[in-house]
């Protein structure tokens, strides 16, 4: 059993950055695979950014590539998502996931999910 909790959400204005932190229980936390995901009011849970074990292995949706960056410090239960030049559109709630498995861009893959943070992004 994993259990996650993101912090790190605020209001900023475009332009600015803002790290979220994803913190889990557990031991086995290295075994897993992270993904972010955001859910806009009446839209649906997209994908964002997921991170398997390996911090190698790291995938991102278009509309955040080269903004946003996935990590992961697995000796603090930790996994990140830098998001820098933030825009209108990034406004949501966030939302860390995990699995025990490949990372994935799919949200109905993942077992595990944090509470959400919000993070809302003024022009």
């Known amino acids: 059993q994993v259990q996650l909790v993101e912090s790190g959400g605020g209001l900023v204005q475009a332009g600015d950055s803002l790290r979220l932190s994803c913190l889990a229980s557990?031991?086995?936390?290295?075994?897993?695979?992270v993904g972010w995901f955001r859910q806009a009011p009446g839209k649906e849970r997209d994908f964002v950014a997921t991170?398997?074990?390996?911090?190698?292995?790291?995938f991102y949706a278009e509309s955040v590539k080269g903004r946003f960056t996935i990590s992961r410090d697995n000796a603090k239960n930790t996994a990140y998502l830098q998001m820098n030049s933030l825009k209108p559109e990034d406004t949501a709630v966030y939302y860390c996931?995990?699995?025990?498995?490949?990372?994935?861009?799919?949200?109905?893959?993942?077992?595990?999910w944090g509470q959400g943070t919000q993070v809302t992004v003024s022009s």
């Open positions: 996931a995990a699995r025990d498995g490949f990372a994935s861009v799919y949200h109905g893959d993942f077992g595990y």
């Open positions: 557990g031991p086995t936390f290295s075994d897993y695979s």
């Open positions: 991170i398997a074990w390996n911090p190698r292995d790291s």
